[in-house]
């Protein structure tokens, strides 16, 4: 009897065990899978401010997980005599493509009437496929009269160029306020830059604009020569008492060759002879921050003259190296003894071309000067055999 109610004691445990071992992995085997997200629509700034008169653009995101879609979209509620208008891509839409795992962004501007009264305003913008819909709700709160409010625009924040570049970003600030400001302007740039601001062509570093007024400025930035490539950031700012915007502009500076032109011995000098081909070596070093290619040797030489090169074309010179080219120069037939100056030019494609003048002194042949001395004891013979014979007579 005992051994039986062990026996029945042994099986309710392992029921009970089995049981409790086993729900958790069915509750878990149970749960719903996480679908793909569907269609969604979305603005980071659903409620915002205005003043009488002023339009709202509200920066809109199309978003899907599931399948590529065409979504068209409306505006619904919007207050009677109200706009709105949908652009993409610089162009007036009714509908986008969306597809998963890339977002597709539209502009919403709205334009109230100029006379529309001051209130809290609601409406909403619905975009629907075939298969899904999302709703949006903005709020526009309209007001006879904004805060004191600054804004930049810049069409090209970055620009590349060399260390000798003046970059010159072509910036619109706007007072998006309704009191007129006075407002200063300020940089913050690396040490190798110099930031000026002009307004028409003149340096400015104080502007006043009205309500609701833009001005187009120039900002400058000049690198000094000796600026290492790379990017670098400049920060601007305005400020015009509690109103202050700020953006960051980029100048890309990228490396530029500088070459130089000089002998082995750094003697800008040499001699020729005339009637005949005399070489001169030269040295030219790239000492820039780029190499220097396909540059091109010349000479800018007296009347008469000729000069050749070997090579007349290097193909590339790396920054920090230099190569050797013989300058074969032959003085014209006509020349004189004495001192006369060539130009040698070293031109490559992509930087500025550099040149060295050279002292080069004509000198005649020493085969000419020994038969001129042998003319000379000829002649000097032959007189002193004339005078020898007709003397005796």
């Known amino acids: 009897m005992k051994r039986r109610i062990w026996i029945m004691v042994l099986l309710v445990t392992l029921a009970l065990f089995t049981v409790t071992v086993s729900a958790p992995v069915l509750a878990q085997e149970g749960q719903p899978q996480q679908s793909p997200q569907g269609l969604t629509l979305f603005t980071r700034y659903p409620a915002q ?12 995101t199309l978003r899907t997980g599931t399948s590529p879609q065409i979504v068209r979209l409306e505006v619904q509620n919007l207050p009677q005599g109200w706009t709105a208008t949908f652009r993409g891509g610089g162009e007036v839409i009714r509908a986008a493509y969306v597809e998963p795992g890339n977002d597709t962004s539209v502009d919403l501007r709205v334009e109230p009437p100029a006379d529309v009264p001051p209130d809290t305003y609601h409406f909403s913008v619905i975009a629907q496929s075939e298969v899904e819909k999302a709703e949006l709700p903005i ?12 804004k ?3 069409e090209l924040p970055t620009l590349r160029g060399t260390p000798s570049t003046t970059f010159r970003y072509d910036v619109t600030l706007k007072n998006t306020g309704a009191e ?3 407002v200063n302007l300020m940089s913050e740039a690396p040490a190798e830059f110099q930031v000026s601001f002009k307004l028409t062509g003149q340096d400015v570093t104080n502007i006043p604009i009205a309500a609701n007024e833009s001005k187009r400025l120039s900002v400058e930035a000049r690198a000094f020569t000796e600026v290492q490539a790379g990017s670098y950031q ?11 915007a700020t953006t960051t502009l980029t100048a890309e500076v ?3 060759p500088e070459l130089t032109i ?4 750094g003697r800008l000098s040499g ?14 070093q790239n000492t820039g921050s780029a190499p220097a290619r396909n540059i091109e040797l010349s000479a800018s030489q007296p009347t008469g003259w000729t000069v050749e090169f070997e090579p007349k074309q290097i193909a590339e010179i790396p920054n920090g190296q230099q190569v050797e080219v013989t300058a074969n120069v032959q003085p014209a037939e006509q020349a004189v003894t004495g001192d006369y100056v060539v130009t040698f030019r070293a031109s490559p494609e992509d930087g500025a071309s550099k040149s060295a003048e050279f002292r080069i002194t004509v000198l005649t042949s020493t085969f000419w000067g020994v038969v001129g001395v042998a003319l000379i004891a000829v002649a000097v013979a032959v007189v002193g055999l004339a005078v020898m014979r007709f003397g005796r007579r």
């Open 49 to 60: 401010e205005t003043a009488i008169g002023e339009n709202v653009t509200f920066g809109l």
């Open 271 to 284: 001699q020729a002879y005339v009637g005949s081909k005399t070489p001169l070596k030269l040295i030219v």
């Open 180 to 182: 007129d400001l006075s």
């Open 254 to 256: 990228t490396g530029q």
């Open 152 to 154: 930049f625009e810049v």
């Open 234 to 244: 400049i920060n601007v700012l305005a400020q015009g008492g509690v109103a202050q």
């Open 262 to 265: 000089t002998a082995p011995d």
């Open 139 to 150: 709020e526009l709160i309209v007001k006879e009269k904004l805060p004191p409010s600054l």
